[in-house]
Antibody, heavy 121, light 113 residues
């Protein structure tokens, strides 16, 4: 089964840029849709966006002006960049694999363990 | 955006009893071309990522116990745990994968009474 591991700084200062990496192992990035989803402490889930290995992306309109997702098929990694962060961006950030279409869940959904990012000075 | 509204926010059920969680979408998530409802249910235990339980509103993911069942169509959906076990204590989320942005309900916390 594919394994996903998020990594990046656990603390980011307000107004700065949050950058995270998701490393995919025991499987290939190719052919699937890869999502970033976040969860503020004690709260619900928010979809940030997805990327296909081809580079096709789609973002949540609520974050679209600040977010960028990219893919590195050679190193089997995904990246998330979120600019101009505030305390409201404090959350556990998850990397999530869907199937061969962005809506496809029947092929299984794989989640990383998540990484907590705190925005604070 | 499709707004997903779950009820109740929390639920306490005795071991072996039924737990029922409701989810309502602000617009239909039934795709007419394949007659499938693009509605999923996830279970999240403390300190863990969510786990997919059900997709297409009523299809159990492989390995999910059959005490979990999903029903509903269009805009109204239900997750039922027929006989609550101690390991079912968790927060449950519905999610629509009908349209972008993907959206989740606010969650229902299930505890043991």
């Amino acid at each position: 089964q594919v394994q996903l591991q998020e990594s990046g700084p656990g603390l980011v200062k307000p107004s700065e840029t949050l950058s995270l990496t998701c490393t995919v192992s025991r499987g290939s990035i190719s052919g699937y849709y890869w999502n970033w989803i976040r969860q503020p402490p004690g709260k619900g889930l928010e979809w940030i966006g997805y990327i296909h290995h081809s580079g096709n992306t789609n973002y949540n309109p609520s974050l679209k002006s600040r977010v960028r997702i990219s893919v590195d098929t050679i190193n089997n990694q995904l990246s998330l960049t979120l600019t101009s962060v505030t305390a409201a961006d404090t959350a556990v950030y998850y990397c999530v694999r869907h199937g061969h279409q962005w809506w496809t869940l029947e092929e299984g959904v794989d989640w990383g363990q998540g990484t907590l990012v705190t925005v604070s000075s | 955006d499709i707004v997903m509204t779950q009820s109740p926010v929390s639920l306490a059920v005795s071991l072996g009893e039924r737990a029922t969680i409701n989810c309502k979408s602000s617009q239909s998530v039934l795709y007419s071309s394949d007659n499938k409802n693009y509605l999923a249910w996830y279970q999240q235990k403390p300190g863990q990522p969510p786990k997919l339980l059900i997709y297409w509103a009523s299809t159990r993911e492989s390995g999910v116990p059959d005490r979990f069942s999903g029903s509903g169509s269009g805009t109204d959906f239900t997750l039922t745990v027929s006989s609550l076990q101690a390991e079912d204590v968790a927060v449950y989320y519905c999610q629509q994968n009908y349209d972008i942005p993907l959206t989740f309900g606010g969650g229902t916390k299930v505890e043991i009474k």
